[in-house]
């Protein structure tokens, strides 16, 4: 039965899949149009609950890791993580970020120094330089990775401690299982899911290859034209489908390490030559103004200005998250196995975004400096091609062609890597809910992916299919909230049957609901260390 879902859902994603690249290829002028002006009307009716549902998320997760709940396990209470810290970190960067925080870490802050946030400094001042860095931070920080998170961690905890499949409509389950009417149509949910992801992966996907064929055209005077973006595909089409062959454990985990050496090598370069003791000031002066402006910035928004700033950059950024959770979160998911909650949510809901904010603190604040102390042509740049600039700063430094090419290299493998990753968790999510989907299923999400890809690159509708992929993010969002509702009610019947348990082992049992609530899992570490306490407590 589960089988029989599962093959339904892949027929059914294929096909919608195909017919909107179809729609995209077709007539990519009309079909980008209506997609954007409806995502742009999206987000101006909606960019408040975006702001609200995404703030609430972090403060959600925050909360449950330092609640009772935090000690438990995302799989039996006594099993260990799958994977170690750092191949844990680097696999979350690889799934999570990709390609876009090589080319954003420095064009992004840039950008917002040419054109600051909310018109609210002078363009191209120290005071916009500084509101650069701080709504950089914003951008890619602990907000962006907060619905990657609830997603991740739901997914997780009903996968790996209760055993059911890693699927939106496994973790409803209860909920459609209560309207008899609804639950033929559960596959949907996971079906939208599926559809949403590999649209958004698509997109992702060709635009690293437009801007790694830009690259090439700056370093090596490659000719940007659909022959040489065919050839980086095939490449990169070559590389994901035999990192997919090798499986999650040797493909993805290898590439994700090398990965994070390189982001690491690369950045203490950047910092070691560039303007050193200005950059580290950068930083520290940006966390300061990101934390001291933490709550101000999650909810601002302009209902008393034409400004169309958040529109363009925060609340398209929360939309964009928002509809990859789907896939994100379940990879998050699949490699989180054995971690507690408490571990699960400082690991995801912190690291990750403090790893980007170091990375657009040593990018941004080097370019930014840079121009600040010389017009050295950086703000130009960004602004004509924006693909560029990145290599445009290295020209800057020395052994500019080495960095170059580290920096292609970087952009590859995370192309790579997201599409390997994508393949997987596609291949899952129609596999019903599958830890190790069969191997030919990866292999056709891999093709498909690559298919809509180059269709996509040659007709030019590369930008209509991402902006209907976002538009996914409103109903999501809805989902999003039941599937909280869900979590927090299960994790209160797990923690009384561990309490539960944990009495009778000692010989004694509670009496009342009250009892179980009156107990923390710190509490219930003590009374394993001294049981004579628990006969003690209850008698009394």
Known sequence: MANHGGQRVFAISALIILALVAMGAAFPDGFGAAASAALSTTTRLFGWFYLFSVFGFVLFLLGLAFSKYGKIRLGPQ?????????????????????????????????????????????????????????YSYFNWGIHQWAAFSVVGLIIAYFQFRKGQAGLVSSVLSSVTAKHPRVRPYA????????????????????????????????????????????????????????????????????LSNLNMILCIGLMLYVLVTGPTVAILETITLGLGDYLQNFIGMSLRISPYSESTWASSWTIFYWAWVIAWSPFVGTFVARVSRGRTIKEYVLGVLLIPPLLACLWIGVFGGAAINMELGADVGLAAATQDNITVALFEMFELMPFSG?????????????????ADSASYIVAQMTDAGSINPPLFKRVAWGVLIAAICLT???????????????????????????????????????????????????????????????ESLGEEERLRRAPSVVNRRVKH
Not at 114 to 128: F, K, R
Not at 204 to 230: I, K, T
Not at 402 to 418: C, K, Y
Not at 474 to 494: A, G, H, N, Q
């Open 402 to 418: 080495a960095l170059s090419v580290v920096a292609m290299l970087l952009i590859f493998i995370f192309l790579v890597t997201s």
């Open 78 to 134: 006594d099993s260990s993580p799958s994977f170690s810290f750092f191949s844990w970190i680097s696999m979350l960067l690889a799934a999570g970020f990709g390609v876009g925080l090589v080319f954003y870490g420095m064009a992004e802050p840039m950008t917002h120094y040419i054109d600051p946030p909310y018109g609210d400094v002078p363009a191209e001042t120290v005071e916009s330089a500084r509101y650069a860095i701080q």
């Open 187 to 254: 596959s949907w949910l996971d079906i939208f899911a599926v559809v949403a992801t590999v649209m958004g992966v698509a997109t992702s996907l060709g635009l690293g290859v437009l801007q790694m064929n830009g690259g090439l055209n700056a370093v090596f005077g490659l000719p940007e034209n659909a022959l040489w973006q065919f050839i980086i595909l095939f490449a990169m089409f070559l590389a994901y489908m035999a990192s997919t062959w090798s499986g999650l454990d040797k493909g993805i985990k290898r």
């Open 456 to 518: 996509l690159i040659a007709a030019g509708g590369l930008t209509g299919l991402q902006s209907a992929s976002v538009l996914s993010a409103l109903p999501f969002t809805f989902i999003l909230y039941m599937m909280v509702v869900v979590l927090v009610r299960e994790l209160r019947t797990d923690r009384k049957a561990m309490l539960t348990q944990l009495y009778r082992r000692h010989g004694e049992t509670p009496v009342g609901a009250d009892a179980f609530e009156a």
